[in-house]
């Protein structure tokens, strides 16, 4: 299950909108738990990049407990996993899947310290936050927290209407058992497949790999 957005401490299903970073301004409204969780990116033998979830991360605890059998680790011992967290979002009136950034999530859990929960239906804030290009490769981006313009709302009767309305985040990004990626790796990553089923989960390269925990 998810976690509250204050107990989060910050160390999508396919077809699921996500959120659109696009260069300069961008505004969206954070709503509901936070889904801890690091990911994988697989290279399939169709020769997509699969975004396959750490089974050894406890998504409740916050950490690696090593609990579960990781069949990633086991076929692919080199490839190292990185910090995805996940929540929802509110983007020109539509829910999106909003895959967290975490230099900016760090940004966004140091301004409630001031500013309150952004979460909270009636004193949360929107957020809003600046995507700048820093060079040529997929991860040389800057995400920039703009405080002052992250002003306190309450949300209208629609955006309440859409918050009541949708489904949990972590059903919305189930997480596969062990048996169940074991079987996904066997038969989409280490055999040839042209499709993906949905409860994969869905997400964006990972742009910042500096919170890799091993």
Same mark, same amino acid.
């Given at each position: ?98 895959? &967290? @950034? $975490? ?9 409630? /310290?001031?500013? !309150?929960?952004?979460?909270?239906? %009636? ?61 996904? &790796? @066997? $038969? ?9 089923? /949905?409860?994969? !989960?869905?997400?964006?390269?990972? %742009? ?7």
């Amino acid at each position: 299950m998810g976690i509250k957005f204050g107990e989060a401490e910050g160390k999508a299903k396919k077809g699921a909108e996500q959120l659109a970073f696009k260069d300069g301004e961008n505004t969206v409204r954070l709503f509901g738990d936070v889904l801890p969780r690091y990911i994988y990116w697989v290279k399939g033998k169709n020769n997509k990049d699969v975004p396959m979830e750490c089974l050894s991360f406890d998504r409740e605890k916050e950490k690696f407990t090593n609990v579960e059998k990781d069949w990633v680790r086991e076929y692919f011992p080199e490839l190292k996993c990185g910090w995805a967290y996940a929540m929802h979002g509110i983007q020109d009136g539509k829910v999106v899947v909003v895959n &967290l @950034k $975490k230099k900016l999530f760090e940004q966004i859990k140091d301004a409630a /310290a001031d500013l !309150g929960d952004p979460t909270d239906l %009636e004193s949360g804030w929107d957020v809003v936050f600046k995507r700048t290009k820093t060079g040529s490769l997929a991860f040389n981006v800057e995400y920039t927290l703009q405080v002052l313009r992250c002003k306190p709302r309450a949300l209208s009767a629609a955006e309440l209407a859409l918050v009541e309305a949708a489904k949990p985040i972590d059903e919305v990004i189930p997480r596969l058992t062990s048996d169940e990626q074991h079987e996904f &790796l @066997k $038969k989409s990553v280490l055999a040839s497949s042209e499709e993906l089923p /949905a409860e994969v !989960g869905n997400s964006e390269p990972i %742009e910042d790999v500096s919170d890799i925990p091993y």
